[in-house]
């Protein structure tokens, strides 16, 4: 489980394809300080288990459906990468509950400057609209966001200074692909009114 405060932006030092799908190489310095082989990390919010930890990276593998899900599989040399570890029992949660189970791509759209402060605009698709509300928590890119203004194919997210430098919003450009997580409580919540109704 993760909160979406992102601790570190990484960067990918190499990308190995098989058939079998693919290692990353992430370079890090703070995730990496304690965290051991077999533990979770979530990369742009998608959770993978890391590989090979030295003090300075980890390597994860990912599989042919990750892949195809998710943003990863756009990934290449030099990208910056979100980066959290798994939460603690005795973390506090600043963020919202996420998986790191990627639920759809979106599209950043674009971002405004307003002084300091910046509005971001992203695209989803028309399936993940029934888990969005106005002031409601979503995961892009595995940063925990509020969102601001709700429209029937878009969403803004007001992101503070620090957000905007401590993640990888900043070197997104119009039409990138995004990673989505919905809140999970809005999935839950689905399942049970659809066991109710039958």
């Known amino acids: 489980m993760f909160t979406g405060l992102v601790?570190?932006?990484?960067?990918?030092?190499?990308?190995?394809?098989s058939?079998?799908?693919?290692?990353?190489?992430?370079?890090?310095?703070?995730?990496?300080?304690?965290?051991?082989?077999?533990?979770?990390?979530?990369?742009?919010?998608?959770c993978l288990t890391a590989l090979d930890v030295t003090p300075n990276s980890f390597a994860a593998d990912v599989s042919p459906e990750t892949l195809d899900?998710?943003?990863?599989?756009n990934l290449a040399i030099g990208s910056s990468v979100n980066l959290e570890r798994a939460l603690l029992p005795t973390t506090r949660l600043g963020g919202h509950i996420m998986q790191g189970h990627v639920d759809g791509r979106g599209t950043f759209l674009s971002a405004e400057s307003q002084g300091d402060f910046w509005t971001v605009k992203i695209g989803f698709p028309d399936e993940f609209a029934r888990y969005l509300v106005h002031k409601g928590s979503v995961a892009v890119e595995g940063i925990s966001l509020t969102i601001a203004a709700l429209n029937q194919n878009d969403f803004d997210i007001a992101v503070?200074?620090?957000?905007?430098?401590?993640?990888?919003?900043?070197?997104?450009?119009?039409?990138?692909?995004?990673?989505?997580?919905?809140?999970?409580i809005a999935k839950y919540v689905e399942r049970m009114m659809q066991n109710t109704r039958a």
């Open 7 to 17: 601790e570190e932006l990484g960067h990918i030092s190499l990308i190995e394809h």
């Open 19 to 46: 058939t079998d799908g693919a290692r990353i190489v992430v370079s890090a310095s703070i995730v990496t300080s304690d965290i051991a082989k077999g533990d979770s990390i979530a990369v742009n919010g998608v």
């Open 69 to 73: 899900r998710t943003t990863i599989g």
């Open 160 to 184: 503070i200074p620090k957000t905007w430098e401590m993640t990888n919003l900043s070197t997104l450009n119009p039409g990138d692909a995004v990673n989505l997580e919905a809140d999970i």
